[in-house]
């Protein structure tokens, strides 16, 4: 009776003992298929991260090269004292001054030498002499004003490395073409990160002509008389000469000290 027993304990130790390794297998099984989904699960992610990355890179930090986000009502000044009214932008990478036709086809204003100032809002534009195709926009400055003329260029930030990342290059000549908005620019290379750079340039209107400064020193030149006061004022102010607003403030100075 008592061999029975030991029997019957014997065999629901080797019973629960199987159970337990075969709960311990199943877990483990179970453990491995969540691991297995999730590297999955994972490696898709970082699949699509990459595609969108590079579909959408270029996009998201060139932009069109445009002054404006979109064409606006605008008018065209001729020398000849010709108005003619239009939706107008500035195509700052080709130095183009464009205009929409009825059908919504974008065209750049021909003969540009012609033009006496583009209204564009409350903006105000003027096209440089016959050698020189860039427009530059007067800003107000007290009794005078001053002029801005704006560059775009597009800049390679590097080729595609490993891992998503970008290694740096100086090579910004090797591209083809590329288009925006009907205007042809240079290609963007699939496996290079560009932006659009804007540069911009402060002058001063003499005679037919413009003039730069980009400093005190420079800005002070051209007020002939009054060097030294407006390179004291620059420091006294802290001018800031990559601020339209800070050189709004120094012109406005520099014209109430007399005319230039």
Known sequence: MLINVYRRIIVFCSIMLLFQ?????????????????????????????????????????????MLFPQ?????????????????LNYNMVQQEMLFLETDSTIMAIANPS???????????????????NYYYEEIQAGTG???????????????????GGYSQTSSITSFDSYQANGSVYQKLKP???????????????????????FSAKTLGKLFNNHSAEIEAYA???????????????????????GVK
Request: overall charge positive; charged content about 25%.
């Open 21 to 65: 390794k075969i709960t311990y297998f199943c877990i483990y099984f179970v453990i491995l298929f969540i691991c297995k989904i999730m590297k999955t699960i994972l490696i898709y992610l970082c699949f699509f991260t990459f595609l969108c990355f590079n579909s959408l890179f270029a996009q998201e930090e060139l932009g069109n090269g």
């Open 145 to 163: 004003s001053f002029f801005i003329q704006r560059k775009a260029s597009v800049i390679s930030e590097g080729k595609a490395a490993g891992y």
């Open 191 to 213: 496996d290079e990160k560009f932006k659009l750079k804007i540069d911009t340039f402060y002058f001063l209107k003499s005679g037919n002509g413009f003039k730069k400064f």
């Open 235 to 257: 420091k006294e102010q802290s001018v800031d000469f990559s601020k339209t607003d800070d050189i709004t403030r120094i012109v406005e100075y520099g014209y109430s000290l």
């Open 71 to 87: 064409f606006e009502k605008g008018i065209v000044v001729f020398k000849n004292g010709t108005r003619s009214a239009a939706s």
């Open 114 to 132: 012609s033009i006496a100032v583009v209204i564009i809002g409350e903006r105000r534009f003027m096209h440089g002499s016959s050698s020189d």
